[in-house]
């Protein structure tokens, strides 16, 4: 069975500073990875995503994950935080089998920005 | 390109009803997958559906069922609701002519049973 395991539940990082979200997986399968950030009382929006090309992968709102597979990581990284920043941000891994891809979500992380 | 929309955005009910919620899948995407987000919690996967048949369900009692619609668009139906079935329930569609592990969310509908 797949996991995500998403270390503390809240990050607070002042304005500018580097934001890191930490990221760990376990997957029986070479995994698909995704990272998803939800804003206040609304969906959730696909940051980014890795499916095996690059492990560095870049997404929107300057955010870039890189996957390791020795560590089984996949940790969130930007390297100056913004306001517009503040939100929870979800990992999540897929199974490869295409016509039934169910998302396996970690508990999110709450990331606060300081002035 | 229309993104995936959800309806109702709130709903209260009591305790023992039945409650109905809409999706309408992304422009393109034949699959659609339903999440319950408990407050505070990930997403959790109730269930896929592809071609109008159910395609991989998660740990959810059988009062949860859907349906699929020929114009891709899908139900999820609860039964017999319990307070803990409060939550925000989200859709999510996807492709699986693309690969379909990629999943683009809708707004959600918000339940609350008293």
């Known amino acids: 069975a797949q996991s995500v395991t998403q270390l503390g539940s809240h990050v607070s990082v002042s304005e500018g500073a580097l934001v890191l979200l930490r990221c760990n997986y376990s997957s029986s399968v070479p995994p698909y990875l995704f990272w998803y950030v939800q804003y206040p009382n609304q969906g959730l929006q696909l940051l980014l995503k890795?499916?095996?090309?690059?492990?560095l992968v870049k997404g929107i709102n300057g955010f870039e994950a890189e996957f390791k597979k020795s560590e089984t990581s996949f940790h969130l990284t930007k390297p100056s935080a913004h306001m517009s920043d503040a939100a929870e941000y979800f990992c999540a891994v897929s199974d490869r089998d295409g016509a039934n891809s169910k998302l396996t979500f970690g508990k999110g992380i709450t990331l606060s920005v300081r002035p | 390109e229309t993104g995936v929309t959800q309806s109702p955005t709130h709903l209260i009910k009591t305790r023992g009803q039945q409650v109905t919620l809409r999706c309408s899948s992304q422009s393109g995407h034949n699959t659609v997958s339903w999440y319950q987000q408990a407050l505070g919690q990930g997403p959790q996967f109730i269930f896929q559906y592809y071609r109008e048949e159910e395609n991989g369900r998660g740990n959810f009692p059988p009062r949860f069922s859907g349906l699929q619609f020929p114009n891709y668009s899908s139900e999820l139906n609860v039964n017999a609701l319990e307070l803990d079935d409060s939550a925000l329930y989200l859709c999510?569609?996807?492709?699986?002519?693309?690969?379909?592990?990629?999943?683009?969310f809708g707004p959600g509908t918000r339940l609350l049973v008293l």
């Open positions: 999510a569609s996807s492709s699986a002519q693309a690969g379909g592990e990629t999943q683009y």
């Open positions: 890795y499916t095996s090309a690059a492990t």
